[in-house]
């Protein structure tokens, strides 16, 4: 097997973030994810275009998803509620698309765009990382 990739990731320093962010990280081989925490306060300490540039995944709390989109911070997810997500999908949507997703609710994950809802065995994500990788 290849090396992993390696991805820089911030999060906020909560179980509700780190805990689910670290276990979904570890289910996989193709990448080794090295975690920062912050508290959410310290996230306006820097602006969001920083940030974005500074990390290849960031997980935060944050109500200001205006202000990402419009500093070109984020690219667009275009997805319609997946179901489960939970009650927060809504507040990430901004000017007619869907920018972000919660993390604090049921399980929903995308590979590469494809929905996988639910809590899942590693044996489905491993089968649609390859398909992903073999192009389908």
């Not at 959410?40 to 602006?47: H, K, M, R």
């Not at 179901?83 to 590979?111: K, N």
Request: include cysteine.
């Amino acid at each position: 097997m290849d090396e992993p990739i390696v991805l820089r990731a911030l999060g906020w320093d909560h179980p509700r973030c780190r805990g689910p962010m670290e276990a979904c990280a570890a289910a996989y081989a193709y990448a080794r994810v090295a975690w920062e925490y912050r508290s959410l306060e310290s996230f306006g300490d820097q602006p969001l275009a920083e940030l974005a540039n500074s990390y290849d995944l960031v997980v935060i709390d944050h109500p200001h998803i205006g202000e990402a989109v419009e500093a070109a911070c984020l690219r667009p997810l275009d997805v319609a509620d997946p179901g489960g997500v939970g009650a927060t999908h809504a507040s990430y949507e901004y000017a007619g698309r869907q920018w972000a997703l919660g993390v604090d609710g049921t399980p929903a994950f995308f590979v590469n765009g494809r929905p996988l809802q639910g809590a899942q065995p590693l044996e489905a994500f491993v089968r649609v990382i390859e398909e992903e990788l073999r192009g389908r």
